[in-house]
């Protein structure tokens, strides 16, 4: 089986965010980077599939210049061989600009399964595996909290309000992990050792045959600002006598919500 | 010339989704400024409804097809695509439900457009261009979307949207629609509905949310706060505290690798309010906190709150709104 896993660099969660100068976005410039933690369910079920299946588990990021560090990651983590695409426009693409160029690496390559995470922390937009999957003309299913899958079809579980839908299709295909998949494993020693031989391939924009107008994203962002901030709220304390019922009565009354 | 606003109109188990109904009603306040119409695109097996039409669908466009009875991202996507290409609309929206969140992102595809997921707002600009507002850093921060052409494609966060005041004197024309899909075109679909994680009431879709958190110290707990949950007609929530301590399944987790939630009451017992768990729940209309720590920053965001011990405070409370729905 050949899987490729769409890996993305992003701020950890733990971030404050800043919004950049110019307010067309957030401030990175400080901020420390870490492999996307939904595209760590992806790698792992990889992992697991190549264990049972055999084949070969490659990593594709797209990026400007930082994303080698993630990359490594998921070498470590035991991928075999990881390509980046890297390009400044790929800093200030949206997700249809993004999935042309990670789908025309795929095309190349013919695998049998793209895996992704769900939706990238920070523009958690969850639009480029289906993107990607519509780029290729393949079957695609998203937040994926169970898989079963031979060489030839599969069986996902993922989640909708209240149940789970079975989604049941032919490979080669496009699923998106949910965290519940799996647990991912932590890079060892020895894995990190071994990731230093293995390759990254470095790719351009030019060397993937798609014109300007393919990569072109077509949405944009006008502004990006703070939410406004909350008035200070009344906190009681006291007798649970007279909280309970107090905060009962401002429910009720000032805030009308019960 | 692209004109009106085509709205995708989502089903579960025999009933119209409200937020696709909210949906309907956001476009309906657009067209309104526009005077273009609104059309529902319907898939479905029976006729759509005249709540269609009280919310604002002037026209409604039945999909109907075997290869349709069940979900396919690739059998809706053919549809929705197929009607946009006969309509030429200028909008497009639907609900960001799992299934929106699922097959609009490979219809926007299809069509070589872009789209904007989960918005908290959306408004027409410069008389007739589509502006979304969305959160990004899981809403520690929003984004002002626009797009390069037409359509312009959104999905719209339940729960956000006025429903409005229905119109039952309004009324719809339904126009059936041949949808061209031959069975090599679908190579996924949905073939059962297994149950979940036990959620009864969906937390992205309550209006009232009672989570727990830490300081609960552990699983035999949560019924306290399962009980305010009840009495309050709303949906159980935790921190990732509480999940990774495998307390309670992650289907109920709130916060940046969990849910977003944006139910008019939050209420948060024994949670602290780390960054991660407020980004899932600060577009809540009212945050109530409940801690023993005068310190917590959840009382930096909360609305109202009580400092005291959650194990005599949530019961208590729990009796108080019982007694006031009694009344």
């Known amino acids: 089986m050949k899987i490729v896993v769409c890996v993305k660099y992003v701020p950890d969660t733990a971030i404050k965010v800043k919004i950049a100068a110019g307010s067309r976005g957030v401030d990175l410039s400080d901020v420390s980077l870490v492999v996307n933690p939904y595209d760590e369910y992806a790698v792992e079920e990889a992992l697991q599939i190549r264990e049972r299946l055999g084949g070969e588990v490659i990593v594709l990021g797209a990026a400007g210049d930082k994303a080698n560090a993630g990359l490594r990651t998921c070498l470590a983590m035991g991928a075999d061989s990881a390509i980046l695409i890297q390009d400044e426009c790929m800093?200030?693409?949206?997700?249809?600009?993004?999935?042309?160029?990670?789908?025309?690496?795929?095309?190349?390559?013919?695998?049998?399964?793209?895996?992704?995470?769900?939706?990238?922390?920070?523009?958690?937009?969850?639009?480029?595996?289906?993107?990607?999957?519509?780029?290729?003309?393949?079957?695609?299913?998203?937040?994926?909290?169970?898989?079963?899958?031979?060489?030839?079809?599969?069986?996902?579980?993922?989640?909708?309000?209240?149940?789970?839908?079975?989604?049941?299709?032919?490979?080669?295909?496009?699923?998106?992990?949910?965290?519940?998949?799996?647990?991912?494993?932590?890079?060892?020693?020895?894995?990190?050792?071994?990731?230093?031989?293995?390759?990254?391939?470095?790719?351009?924009?030019?060397?993937?045959?798609?014109?300007?107008?393919?990569?072109?994203?077509?949405?944009?962002?006008?502004?990006?600002?703070?939410?406004?901030?909350?008035?200070?709220?009344?906190?009681?304390?006291?007798?649970?006598?007279?909280?309970?019922p107090e905060l009962v009565r401002l429910l009720h009354e000032e805030a009308k919500i019960i | 010339m692209a004109q009106g606003i085509l709205v995708f109109i989502e089903e579960r188990?025999?009933?119209?989704?409200?937020?696709?109904?909210?949906?309907?009603?956001?476009?309906?306040?657009?067209?309104?400024?526009?005077?273009?119409?609104?059309?529902?695109?319907?898939?479905?097996?029976?006729?759509?409804?005249?709540v269609l039409a009280h919310h604002g669908a002037d026209r409604a466009y039945w999909v109907r097809h075997p290869l349709l009875e069940s979900y396919s991202p690739e059998g809706y996507t053919a549809a929705v695509t197929q009607l946009v290409r006969l309509l030429q609309p200028r909008i497009l929206l639907g609900a960001a439900t799992a299934m929106g969140r699922d097959f609009l992102p490979r219809a926007a595809a299809r069509l070589r457009v872009g789209l904007a997921q989960d918005c908290t707002a959306a408004r027409l600009v410069d008389g007739a261009q589509l502006e979304c507002v969305r959160p990004i850093y899981a809403g520690k921060a929003f984004a002002r979307v626009r797009f390069a052409a037409a359509p312009a494609v959104a999905t719209l966060r339940p729960n956000v949207f006025s429903l409005g005041t229905p119109d039952t004197a309004r009324s719809a024309e339904t126009v059936d629609f041949q949808l061209d899909l031959a069975p090599e075109q679908i190579r996924a679909r949905c073939t059962a509905l297994a149950a979940s994680g036990g959620a009864k009431v969906e937390l992205t879709e309550a209006e009232v949310v009672v989570s727990g958190g830490r300081g609960l110290k552990g699983p035999e707990s949560f019924p306290i706060v399962r009980e305010l949950a009840e009495a309050l007609g709303g949906a159980l929530g935790a921190s990732r505290a509480a999940v990774d301590a495998g307390w309670i399944d992650h289907q109920h987790q709130v916060g940046q690798t969990g849910k977003t939630v944006s139910p008019t009451l939050y209420v948060a017992c024994g949670i602290s309010g780390a960054i991660q768990h407020l980004a899932g729940m600060s577009s809540s209309k009212y945050i109530v906190a409940i801690n023993k720590d005068p310190e917590a920053p959840i009382f930096k965001v909360a609305d109202y709150g009580i400092v005291g011990d959650l194990f005599t405070v949530v019961p208590a409370l729990t009796q108080e709104v019982r007694k006031l729905k009694s009344q």
Request: proline share 7%; aromatic share 2%; glycine share 8%.
């Open chain 2, 13 to 50: 188990q025999g009933s119209v989704k409200k937020a696709s109904l909210e949906a309907v009603a956001a476009a309906r306040r657009m067209a309104d400024s526009l005077q273009e119409p609104v059309i529902a695109a319907y898939i479905g097996s029976q006729a759509p409804g005249a």
């Open chain 1, 91 to 244: 800093e200030s693409g949206d997700s249809f600009s993004t999935g042309a160029a990670l789908a025309s690496v795929c095309r190349q390559l013919r695998p049998d399964l793209v895996l992704f995470g769900k939706q990238a922390i920070g523009v958690d937009n969850g639009q480029v595996p289906a993107v990607v999957a519509e780029l290729l003309d393949l079957p695609h299913v998203s937040a994926v909290v169970k898989l079963e899958v031979d060489s030839r079809k599969f069986r996902a579980e993922r989640e909708i309000e209240g149940a789970r839908e079975v989604m049941e299709g032919s490979l080669p295909a496009v699923l998106s992990a949910q965290k519940g998949l799996n647990n991912p494993r932590y890079a060892s020693l020895k894995g990190i050792m071994a990731a230093k031989k293995k390759t990254i391939e470095v790719r351009t924009l030019n060397s993937l045959g798609l014109s300007a107008d393919d990569l072109k994203p077509r949405t944009s962002i006008e502004e990006a600002t703070l939410p406004p901030p909350r008035p200070p709220g009344k906190i009681l304390s006291g007798d649970v006598s007279e909280t309970v």
